[in-house]
């Protein structure tokens, strides 16, 4: 499975960015995706994941402002974010894990989000 994201970039303190991560390749096999993030000195921390089914869950800190979803049709997973903060700076990276006997992860090279104060 390979992962390319798009969508990161600079914003001011309580503006909106949409990150996508479109799939390709064995994609019948992906049974989950997500969102890590890493900031500057600090440990990558997972943002949000999401099922096949639809099933979604978060992090605290960007609940209520951050939404994951997917669209089957384009093999594409979203990550809407609202009322961003200066904390949310961090490169987020998407990841997809299979299942075909064995369970793998793949992961997209990452995006840069900024939000200034």
């Known amino acids: 499975v390979q992962l390319v994201e798009s969508g990161g970039g600079l914003v001011q303190a309580g503006g909106s960015l949409r990150l996508s991560c479109a799939a390709s390749?064995?994609?019948?096999?992906?049974?989950?995706m997500g969102w890590y993030r890493q900031a500057p000195g600090k440990q990558r921390e997972l943002v949000a994941h999401?099922?096949?089914?639809?099933?979604?869950n978060y992090v605290d800190s960007v609940k209520g402002r951050f939404t994951v979803s997917r669209d089957y049709g384009k093999n594409t997973m979203y990550l809407q974010m609202n009322s961003l903060k200066p904390e949310d700076t961090a490169v987020y990276y998407c990841?997809?894990?299979?299942?075909?006997?064995?369970?793998?992860?793949?992961w997209g090279q990452g995006t840069q989000v900024t939000v200034s104060s």
């Open positions: 990841y997809a894990d299979t299942y075909i006997v064995v369970t793998e992860r793949y």
């Open positions: 390749g064995s994609v019948f096999a992906i049974v989950a």
């Open positions: 999401i099922t096949n089914g639809d099933s979604t």
